[in-house]
């Protein structure tokens, strides 16, 4: 009851930090930016940003409640200093590239700083230099790599659960300037956590536990209390040769075996604190290992979202269309239509027209095998199949690279780019 006591205070204090409104007010942005490209490229809302504010806003809750729960048994020796030190190095990072807003950077800059002040005098100063070095080192940088590597596992599980579904169908540049099918995988969660660490503060409501946290208490604690912890975690992948759900299966590994091996590296470096620079650097390192490994594999398969001699790819799916409800599916090839072999988007157009009241497809699906798929067409609904297809030589335009930085994601007003002058035009309409 004591522990659930001081959680209610933490969580009125985490009412009143500005970190996790922030972190709220980022995730509205990148979300109405994903869904306004949406628009521009296929002319359809996929998508509604409060939908997917609010399911990021219950899955975060759920995920801090269950590190919330790991953390008490685990005992980090973390402070409101250290979340304000993690903030601040995650906005300056920010400045340079959007994708450092993860803590893996953060925390593994503020181990580096912290190792390489003992090397220093700075503590000694008595100037405002002097408490900023006081303040950095009296963090359990161990401890934060620590936390670091229990919201991977996190991003983890999270990825695993909703990462197909965060997904949103682009026109992207392959090789050689040649338009093929992508998709981005991005999801952001803001995690609020009511961590239980050792108290050192005079005067401060402590308990004792009847239970002994792995890392134990450190030195001088007078019990223990519980802080808010208002966290961020995002995830942001491109593939144009997988479906959405194998690239996040995909992700997950990565990110579940990251998580271990850092966690790993901060246990010894606690254990040993001369290994403290070396925790840091996995942290890093081993974060942008990841991601580069992603990358070269995507570079190196060949693209899956494009047409060939069987028919038309399936890039997407409109919901609430025919083509929702006859069940079809991003990666599958439409071979005909109302019995009418399609290998265009005009035939697939012409193949439609000739019955406005029925409409059968027959579909290679994903394993390669043929379905049938067939529904009468109502009138008053969607007046279209709900498809969008790969991009072929007509398509004018695709989605270009994002903002790399903060302030060119605040600046950044056009989220497609005209594809030569062919585009004068107008947009050529890529559902069907």
């Known amino acids: 009851m004591e522990v659930l006591r001081l959680a209610g205070r933490a969580a009125v204090q985490l009412v009143s930090q500005p970190f996790y409104y922030i972190a709220v007010l ?17 002319a359809v809302k996929l998508r509604h940003w409060p939908g997917l504010v609010l399911k ?37 990072l920010m400045l340079v590239r959007i994708r450092y807003l993860c803590f893996a950077y953060s925390a593994g800059i503020i181990a580096l700083l912290q190792w390489l002040l003992g090397w220093t005098t700075l503590a000694e100063r008595d100037d405002w230099i002097g408490s900023l070095a006081v303040s950095l080192a009296g963090i359990d940088a161990a401890g934060l790599l620590a936390l670091v590597a229990l919201l991977h596992l996190a991003e983890a599980l999270l990825v695993r659960w909703q990462g197909d579904r965060l997904s949103t169908p682009l026109f992207v540049e392959g090789k050689r300037g040649k338009l093929v099918g992508g998709y981005m995988l991005q999801g952001f969660w803001p995690v609020p956590l009511l961590m ?32 808010a912890l208002p966290m961020i975690i995002g995830f942001t992948e ?36 001369a290994l403290l620079p070396a925790a840091a650097l996995v942290s890093i390192m081993l974060h942008e290992a990841m991601i580069w490994r992603s990358r070269y594999l995507e570079s190196a398969r060949t693209p899956l979202y494009v047409h060939d001699a069987r028919g038309l790819r399936i890039l997407g799916v409109v919901p609430g269309t ?10 599958e090839i439409v071979q005909k239509v109302n019995g009418v072999r399609v290998r265009t988007k005009e035939e697939l157009y012409e193949a439609l027209v000739q019955n406005s009241a029925f409409c059968k497809l027959e579909v290679l699906n994903n394993e390669g095998e043929l379905k049938f798929a067939q529904r009468a067409r109502y009138a008053g609904e969607h007046h279209q199949l709900g498809v969008i297809l790969a991009p072929d030589e007509q398509a004018n335009f695709y989605a270009s690279s994002g903002p790399a930085s903060l302030i060119g994601l605040l600046r950044s007003t056009r989220v497609s780019s005209r594809r030569g002058q062919a585009a004068a035009s107008g947009k050529e309409r890529a559902e069907v």
């Open 56 to 92: 990021a806003l219950l899955a975060g809750v759920a995920i801090g409640i269950g590190a919330s729960f790991a953390g008490a048994f685990l005992g980090f020796a973390l402070s409101a200093q250290a979340v304000i030190w993690l903030w601040a190095v995650a906005a300056l």
């Open 196 to 227: 239980l660490v050792p108290s050192t503060a005079e005067g401060a409501q402590a308990i004792e536990l009847p239970w002994t946290p792995l890392f134990g208490t450190a030195a001088g604690s007078l019990g223990w209390t519980v802080i």
């Open 238 to 273: 491109m593939t144009r040769s997988m479906l959405p759900k194998e690239k996040a299966r995909h992700a997950a590994r990565g990110l579940l075996i990251y998580s271990a091996a850092l966690a790993a590296a901060a246990v010894l470096a606690w254990w040993q604190s």
């Open 26 to 42: 980022f995730i509205i942005l990148q979300y109405t930016r994903q869904i306004r490209m949406e628009r521009q490229l296929f």
């Open 322 to 331: 025919p083509a929702d409800a006859m069940g079809l599916a991003a990666g």
